[in-house]
């Protein structure tokens, strides 16, 4: 790994992660050759439009990846992890804003997590806005235990077109951190995509890309290191951790 530049110990930290740190743990991702958006189009099964006009065909896509995470007992892998041990060892706020829907993160031990995409380990009613974790499939026959109508159940995910969740605390913790480092993300989708523009722009942070091959915002970030999650994300910490 090329040279590390450490913060300071009581830097605050925050970390944005895609669905490439998760490739590894045996989910897909959207946009490599062979993700999610090669095989299905955003406009059928990702936003509003798409569940209104077809919300079985948007159970039926929620429920694959569901299913493949849930219950093929694909588990947390060593960059989950290693972020984990980051956040127990830190002598200061870490901070991980995760783009994906999967539960890896919590299940590696992190507990200072944001979903700002949502989660498909729970779903949320259309009429009442209740949520409720959820693992199994989901129908337009499911009934929401909160006002108990049925038809308006659906993943408690952010599609396109929506607003991520909680923008406020993110945006706040960007600019106030004084390292940014975001992992396997390919840059494309926003607000996420411009945040590190944000820390450059708002705050003083340090701002470092770990990904499998540059982003498409990469030349924004000060450093950068290129390789697999499992193998660059645990020699980073390590690093960090003065290992
Ligand atoms: C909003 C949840 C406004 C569901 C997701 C034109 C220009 C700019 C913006 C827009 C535009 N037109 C429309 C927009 C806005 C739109 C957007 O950005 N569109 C893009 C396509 C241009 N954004 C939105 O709609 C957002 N909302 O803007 O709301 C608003 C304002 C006011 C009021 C209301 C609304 C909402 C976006 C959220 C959509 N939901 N997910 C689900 O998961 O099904 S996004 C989806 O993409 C996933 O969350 C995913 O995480 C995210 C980003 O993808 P990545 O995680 O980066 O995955 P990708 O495959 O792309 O990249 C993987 C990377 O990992 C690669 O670089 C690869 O090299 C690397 N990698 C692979 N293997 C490894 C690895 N790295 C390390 N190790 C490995 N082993």
């Given at each position: 790994m090329n040279r590390v530049t450490?913060?300071?110990?009581?830097?605050?930290?925050?970390?944005?992660?895609?669905?490439?740190?998760?490739?590894?743990?045996?989910?897909?991702?959207?946009?490599?050759?062979?993700?999610?958006?090669?095989?299905?189009?955003?406009?059928?099964?990702?936003?509003?439009?798409?569940?209104?006009?077809?919300?079985?065909?948007v159970h039926a896509f929620y429920n694959m990846r569901r299913k493949r995470a849930l219950t093929l007992n694909l588990e947390p892998n060593a960059a989950h992890k290693a972020l984990a041990n980051l956040e127990a060892r830190w002598d200061a706020e870490v901070l991980v804003v995760t783009q994906n829907v999967d539960s890896f993160h919590e299940r590696?031990?992190?507990?200072?997590?944001?979903?700002?995409?949502?989660?498909?380990?729970?779903?949320?009613?259309?009429?009442?806005?209740?949520?409720?974790?959820?693992?199994?499939?989901?129908?337009?026959?499911?009934?929401?235990?909160?006002?108990?109508?049925?038809?308006?159940?659906?993943?408690?995910?952010?599609?396109?077109?929506?607003?991520?969740?909680?923008?406020?605390?993110?945006?706040?913790?960007?600019?106030?951190?004084?390292l940014f480092v975001s992992i396997g993300t390919s840059g494309n989708v926003y607000p996420a995509a411009g945040f590190v523009a944000l820390v450059r722009k708002l705050g003083r942070g340090h701002t470092v890309e770990l990904n499998l091959e540059p982003s498409t915002g990469a030349s924004l970030f000060a450093e950068s290191h290129y390789g697999r999650a499992t193998e660059i994300v645990p020699r980073y910490v390590a690093a960090l951790l003065g290992a």
């Open positions: 450490k913060p300071e110990p009581n830097a605050r930290i925050v970390i944005l992660t895609g669905a490439g740190i998760s490739q590894e743990s045996g989910l897909e991702t959207f946009r490599d050759p062979d993700g999610i958006w090669a095989k299905v189009r955003i406009e059928d099964v990702a936003t509003p439009e798409a569940f209104l006009r077809d919300p079985e065909r590696a031990g992190t507990t200072n997590l944001i979903h700002m995409h949502g989660r498909h380990a729970e779903a949320r009613c259309n009429y009442c806005s209740h949520v409720v974790p959820w693992v199994g499939d989901m129908s337009v026959h499911d009934v929401c235990e909160g006002c108990g109508r049925p038809g308006g159940l659906r993943p408690n995910v952010v599609w396109f077109g929506e607003m991520p969740l909680e923008m406020e605390r993110i945006q706040e913790a960007l600019a106030m951190c004084d």
